[in-house]
């Protein structure tokens, strides 16, 4: 008996919990990983040019004043529309901009420290799809969230603009969104007409031994850059996110370009011997012409509001000509 | 006289069943190559993409799987003898927890020096593996005049639970990729892309193979008991630690190339007793034979299977292990 009272008492609360969770905005919950059921991100010239999202739910009438954000790309945007001020922690693998060095960190993807996220009173927690312990936790603690998912370059408009008008930065957001746009735009205008460059994108692999490599599929917002670069991916054809790409799969695949992306620095003189190493293969037209490049940026790799200059960096480096 | 007839026919026998797997295996693959350009001199080696694609991706890749797997299961046998237990695999002592925290040190502080031309990852791994039955052995020794293979176990066991412990805290600061890059370099890789590693391991696989062949009659007189060993003349002390040390050094080897590849130390030592017998002086070539041929075949079924994606070869020893391992559980009842 007292179990069903119990039961009832959850329930109910349950229930209360749902219907006071207007300000929980659930956009793109529903798929397992999130991501792919919405946009296919394969065809290019889709992406980027796609409507956002219609916004789910009213908007809350005052805006966070102590948003936590367990995504470096989320921070990015905060900091990018004029939220920063509102920022009270970030995750621990947040580096930009600068400010974030000061604030407080409250782990990551795998670790979040639910502890301290609570005892800073936050009013909004930007947090991904998969965390879904961490997402229970605050809702029960009646602590909106913010449910972000990586995805293709189109998505990374949306959360933009979404992020924004959650946080009171709407307008903010929508230029920002705007201006990011078209200067993708410029570069796809630029590189238009020009061969696109066979191009394998190295995400990682062991440190000074083309061994573990693994390369972007034909899925995610760094196949979506490469393809608004002017280049195709050698991987275009697989609808994942990442490939292990074998050597034998290297040879046959032939890449123009090779590119590899780290979104941590590496010592020049490393990447001169990780680039130097790809020789070994010296039957691919990228290695013949020289066109193996390490870009420790990490422009390339965060899906934020930097996507605009690293898609033109990316521009640069396949097509240094169209440039001058 | 009827063992040199039974050992020969034993080596012809697995010898042409590895020969075969070697030969075949760089034949296939997920791309479709042309054999006669691959070997056709006139065109340069730059320009040879079928070339390339035998003897830089297929060729090292046939030859690595074929010396991890006569490694792991060569000493496979040598450590079931030496222990006396049917149960124990090259990984027992401990071998494979210390490669994967020397692995997982390298990459998650993202080491970059290179030693006898390996990358830190495997130097580390091979480091890590010493560490690891060094500590084993120091406890072992001590207390009696041998090794005491229930003390070898224990602390192996306790090893393998420690290092596994301390892999997690060195996780908690490794990011995303790195964590999966190790979770990556645990499931095994053969892939190795080139002949560097294969001639670093070289001086560690003579050693071991010397010493396997030396091994195969003590063996059999370990099996007696020490004390009966003992008084048919072993000197038990030298055999046991002998043993120890070169298929430590073997297994190393063997993780340093390819990763902790499972279950190849049990289930080959396992097959190959139940067609030869339980002497370990046809046992010993006979593993260390169709060790090689076993891995080199799952290996192929790795790459081709889900061509052109691939499955991580430890995947496919697990998945025909796994099972062989239970049925033997079940038979031993």
Redesign the interface.
């Known amino acids: 008996m007292r179990a069903l009272v119990a039961c009832l008492v959850l329930l109910a609360l349950g229930v209360n919990g749902a219907e006071r969770s207007n300000g929980v905005l659930h956009h793109r919950v529903g798929g397992v990983s999130g991501e792919n059921f919405l946009f296919s991100g394969s065809s290019a010239s889709s992406v980027v040019r796609r409507s956002p999202l219609p916004q789910p739910t009213p908007l809350p009438v005052t805006a966070p004043k102590r948003i936590i954000s367990l995504i470096p790309a989320v921070t990015e945007m905060l900091f990018a529309i004029g939220a920063g001020p509102q920022v009270a922690a970030v995750s621990s ?1 947040d580096r930009y901009p600068p400010e974030v060095s000061k604030l407080q960190r409250v782990g990551a ?3 979040p420290d639910i502890e301290r996220i609570l005892s800073l009173r936050p009013d909004l927690v930007a947090v991904y799809a998969s965390q879904a312990d961490l997402r229970t936790q605050l809702e029960r603690a009646k602590i909106p969230v913010y449910v972000y998912s990586h995805a293709g370059l189109a998505d990374v408009l949306v959360t933009l603009r979404q992020i924004g008008e959650r946080v009171g930065h709407g307008r903010e957001a929508a230029d920002l969104a705007r201006s990011i746009q078209s200067r993708v735009d410029a570069v796809r205008s630029r590189v238009a007409g020009r061969a696109r460059p066979r191009t394998l994108i190295v ?2 692999r ?7 490599i ?1 390369a972007s599929g034909g899925i995610g917002f760094v196949n979506d850059m490469v393809e608004a670069a002017g280049g195709v991916n050698v991987f275009s054809d ?1 609808k994942q996110q990442s ?2 790409a ?4 290297i ?2 695949r ?1 890449p123009d370009v090779i590119l590899e992306l780290r979104g ?1 620095p590496v010592a020049a003189d ?1 990447k001169t011997r990780e680039v130097g190493l790809w020789r ?4 691919l037209p990228a290695v ?1 012409n020289s066109r193996v490049y390490f870009l420790d940026d990490q422009k390339t790799v965060v899906p934020g509001p930097r996507v605009g200059e690293g898609v033109e960096l990316i521009a640069r480096t396949l097509h240094p000509t169209a440039f001058r | 006289m009827a063992l040199a007839r039974r050992l020969a026919l034993t080596v012809s026998g697995f010898g042409l069943l590895t020969a075969a797997a070697i030969l075949t295996s760089p034949l296939i ?3 479709h190559i042309s054999l006669r350009r691959a070997f056709d001199r006139a065109i340069p ?5 079928d070339a ?2 035998f003897f ?3 060729l090292p ?1 046939t030859l690595a799987g074929a010396l991890v797997g006569s490694l792991l299961a060569s000493s496979g046998v040598v450590f079931q003898g030496l222990l006396r237990n049917p149960l124990a695999t090259p990984f027992t002592l401990g071998v494979s927890a210390g490669a994967a925290l020397g692995a997982m040190l390298a ?1 998650t502080f ?3 020096f ?1 030693w006898a031309g390996l ?4 130097a580390a791994s091979f480091l890590g593996s010493l560490t690891a039955v060094g500590i084993v052995y120091g406890f072992a020794r001590g207390r009696h005049r041998g090794l005491s293979t229930n003390v070898l176990l224990l602390a192996g066991v306790t090893m393998n639970a420690f290092f596994s412990a301390l892999i997690l805290f060195v996780q ?1 600061f490794a ?3 790195q ?3 190790i979770l ?2 645990l499931m095994g ?1 053969l ?4 002949y560097q590693p294969l001639v670093s391991a070289l001086p560690l696989v003579v050693i071991s193979f010397v010493s396997f062949a030396w091994l195969a009659r003590p063996l059999n007189l370990l099996s007696l008991g020490d004390e009966n060993a003992e008084t048919r003349g072993l000197n038990v002390v030298r055999a046991q630690r002998t043993a120890f040390v070169s298929a430590s050094l073997a297994t190393g080897a063997a993780v340093s190339v390819g990763g902790p590849v499972g279950f190849i130390g049990i289930v080959v030592p396992h097959l190959v007793r139940l067609i030869v017998g339980p002497d370990h002086r046809l046992v010993l070539p006979a593993s260390a034979l169709f060790g090689a041929a076993f891995l080199v075949g799952c290996d192929v079924i790795a ?1 081709t299977v889900m061509s ?3 499955l991580p070869v430890g995947v496919i020893t697990a998945l025909i292990g796994g099972p062989f391992f239970l049925w033997l559980l079940v038979r031993k009842r």
């Open positions: 693998f993807l795998l670790d995400f990682d062991e440190t000074l031994t083309l061994r573990g693994y697989a490939v292990q074998t050597t034998e799969l040879l046959a032939r941590d490393i070994a293969l010296n039957s013949r | 693959g997920s791309t080696f730059a320009d040879n993409v390339q694609i830089i991706a297929r890749r990459i993202s080491w970059s290179a990358s830190a990852a495997v908690y990011d995303f990729s964590t999966f890059r990556r370099w890789d892939d190795i892309s080139s790459r052109p994606l691939e």
